[in-house]
């Protein structure tokens, strides 16, 4: 099974900006979509952004137009560029498979959003 490790997060002051990565054990080549999470503690882990094979990108309303993600099969690697960070963005960011079931789970990289 694919591991997932993130990297990238930080503390940043509103209207920042961040890109986190994630790199993979394995091939992604193959998964057909993945995917940028995020979860707050105590709340549900939530998609924000996803990528197919074919590039098309999908993005929650929270952060569209304000979040790119991109991939790179080639090097088994997801990013997630976040510009205009609102404090709100605050939360563990992870990236999975964003069809069927996702697999484990990284350790997660965190975002802060503050001044």
């Known amino acids: 099974q694919v591991q997932f490790v993130e990297s990238g997060g930080g503390l940043v002051q509103p209207g920042g900006s961040l890109r986190l990565s994630c790199a993979a054990s394995?091939?992604?080549?193959?998964?057909?979509?993945m995917g940028w999470y995020r979860q707050v503690s105590g709340n549900q882990r939530e998609l924000v952004a996803r990528?197919?094979?074919?590039?098309?990108?999908h993005y929650a309303d929270s952060v569209k137009g304000r979040f790119t993600i991109s991939r790179d099969n080639a090097k088994n690697t997801v990013y997630l560029q976040m510009n205009s960070l609102k404090p709100e963005d605050t939360a563990v960011y992870y990236c999975?498979?964003?069809?069927?079931?996702?697999?484990?789970w990284g350790q997660g990289t965190q975002v802060t959003v503050s001044s």
């Open positions: 394995g091939s992604i080549s193959r998964i057909y979509v």
């Open positions: 999975n498979s964003a069809i069927g079931t996702p697999g484990s």
């Open positions: 990528i197919f094979n074919t590039d098309t990108t």
